[in-house]
């Protein structure tokens, strides 16, 4: 019986290494990157804690999900949650399975949650900062759907 090779074999440490052949962002296949805005117009802020726990905890589960930020309270108190993912098709699962989440809360709470999302491909490695996802939000109300910000019922295709 063999044992398996936990630090793979031993390195010339005489050769330089090299970073010839590792992929830069823009050799990866194109993800989806999401935010999802959620706010209580009528209500207190905090009262979203339980919608956004439930979320996220079904973000986690989901296979199609590639990286998820931590949620981030904005100006205003709306609730910023930023993922990746790996189709379309992924996401309007997470979207669709994730209603009942939402209707039990309401439930629950009796409150109603706005919310909106903005859609946008990317090649990057690391989720989108905040700052990236106000800003294709606020686009995606200016503009209109297009290859910046999009919607689940306006989706544009990924680059090739």
């Keep these: 019986m063999s044992t ?3 630090h793979g074999p031993p390195r010339d440490t005489d050769t330089p290494f090299s970073v010839e052949g590792l992929r830069s962002d823009a050799d990866l296949p194109p993800v989806l990157a999401a935010v999802q805005s959620i706010s209580l117009p009528d209500g207190p802020s905090e009262a979203l ?3 956004v726990d439930a979320l996220s905890r079904r973000a986690a589960d989901h296979p199609g999900l590639v ?3 931590d949620a981030v309270t904005v100006a205003g108190g ?3 949650l930023v993922t990746l ?3 379309i098709a992924d996401l309007r699962a997470f979207v669709l399975d994730s209603g009942a989440d939402t209707r039990s809360w ?4 009796g409150l109603t949650p706005v919310s909106e999302r903005a859609l946008w491909w990317t ?3 690391g989720t989108p900062d905040p700052a990236e996802a106000r800003s ?3 686009r995606l109300r200016a503009d209109g759907p297009g290859p910046h910000a999009f919607t689940l019922r306006s989706p544009v295709p990924p680059p090739r």
């Design 4 to 6: 398996p090779l936990l």
């Design 49 to 51: 804690d339980g919608l």
């Design 67 to 69: 990286r998820a930020a």
């Design 78 to 80: 709306a609730v910023l």
């Design 85 to 87: 993912w790996e189709s």
């Design 106 to 109: 309401r439930a629950r709470t």
């Design 123 to 125: 090649c990057r490695q």
């Design 136 to 138: 294709r939000l606020a």
